[in-house]
T-cell receptor, first 110, second 116 residues
Framework: GQQVMQIPQYQHVQEGEDFTTYCNSS?????IQWYKQRPGGHPVFLIQ?????EVKKQKRLTFQFGEAKKNSSLHITATQTTDVGTYFC??????????FGGGTRLMVKP | GAGVSQTPSNKVTEKGKYVELRCDPI?????LYWYRQSLGQGPEFLIY????????DSGLPNDRFFAVRPEGSVSTLKIQRTERGDSAVYLC??????????????FGAGSRLTVL
């Protein structure tokens, strides 16, 4: 079945440093979604990418969908302590469910 | 309601017992999903409802797990003969529709199940 993998699993950064997480799917995706889960919280939708090569920005966050629509990345510029949490990518699997990656846990040292 | 509501927020039970977890989705959302999340892992799909019917139950791990959504709104996830390995956070999510796999999910806060 479809697999969605994310690297790295964990990332410690100093506040102000940049951060990037990478997502790879074993199959071509029609779209990819990103969610953020704060410690002790639940996943919250951030963004959806649909087009090959698409790039979207939300303030300091930049999301990219690969040309082959099998990979994606999330880049955060100048991290802040409010960025702490686990970032998940998710792609449509067979049927109508979303398959989530294992997530990248971001820790920011003030 | 304004968001996805899940009850109970915490459930501690003994091995072998039966548990029910309830999910009240956003009003008007026809698609409802159950996921399970173990510590340090991503959400794992269990079952998806479109309206009242289980459109995809391929993620249910075995026949001890069952879910219903009799009136197309509230859903109940039922676990029989619980095992310690069932301990996890059970997340419910809803979306406006589920026909094209491009739906944004709104998650509830989850029900943390601990099986002793």
């Amino acid at each position: 079945g479809q697999q969605v993998m994310q690297i790295p699993q964990y990332q410690h950064v100093q506040e102000g440093e940049d951060f990037t997480t990478y997502c790879n799917s074993s199959t071509t995706l029609s779209n990819i979604q990103w969610y953020k889960q704060r410690p002790g919280g639940h996943p919250v939708f951030l963004i959806q990418l649909v087009k090959s090569g698409e790039v979207k920005k939300q303030k300091r966050l930049t999301f990219q969908f690969g040309e082959a629509k099998k990979n994606s990345s999330l880049h955060i510029t100048a991290t802040q302590t409010t960025d702490v949490g686990t970032y998940f990518c998710a792609g449509p699997g067979a049927g109508n469910m979303l398959t989530f990656g294992g997530g990248t846990r971001l820790m920011v040292k003030p | 309601g304004a968001g996805v509501s899940q009850t109970p927020s915490n459930k501690v039970t003994e091995k072998g017992k039966y548990v029910e977890l309830r999910c009240d989705p956003i009003s008007g959302h026809t698609a409802l999903y159950w996921y399970r999340q173990s510590l340090g892992q991503g959400p794992e799909f269990l079952i998806y409802f479109q309206g009242t019917g289980a459109a995809d139950d391929s993620g249910l791990p075995n026949d001890r797990f069952f879910a219903v959504r009799p009136e197309g709104s509230v859903s109940t996830l039922k676990i029989q003969r619980t095992e310690r390995g069932d301990s996890a956070v059970y997340l419910c999510a809803s979306s406006p529709r589920g026909s094209d796999g491009a739906n944004v999910l709104t998650f509830g806060a989850g029900s943390r199940l601990t099986v002793l």
